[in-house]
């Protein structure tokens, strides 16, 4: 199940990275008079970042359906981890 979760947090670092890069592109299109390969090399990257979301959306689920039959696991705390979130609650914990 480790290796799922950093699969998904590999992926939704992928998905994000690409959808800046996507914006980043649009803009330098327009700066530089170069808006038809901005556009296509938007269209390239965006499809890059939907094929990430393709194969880690299953993968995310498969956590709830684990979840389900292993009381034990804490999805919780995969999830937070997948948004690098759990840093910051595990600190807030201890600070309690």
Known sequence: MMTNLIIVFVLT???HTTE???YSIRY?????NKIAV???????????SRTANLIQ???????????????EFDVLRAMRFILLD???RSEE???D
Do not use: Q, R
């Open 13 to 15: 670092m992928v998905i």
């Open 20 to 22: 800046t890069l996507s």
């Open 28 to 32: 330098a299109g327009v700066k530089l």
């Open 38 to 48: 901005a556009l296509s090399l938007t269209g390239i990257i965006v499809l890059v």
């Open 57 to 71: 959306a299953p993968i995310t689920a498969n956590f709830i359906d684990f979840a389900k039959s292993h009381p």
């Open 86 to 88: 759990y840093l910051d």
């Open 93 to 95: 914990a201890e600070d």
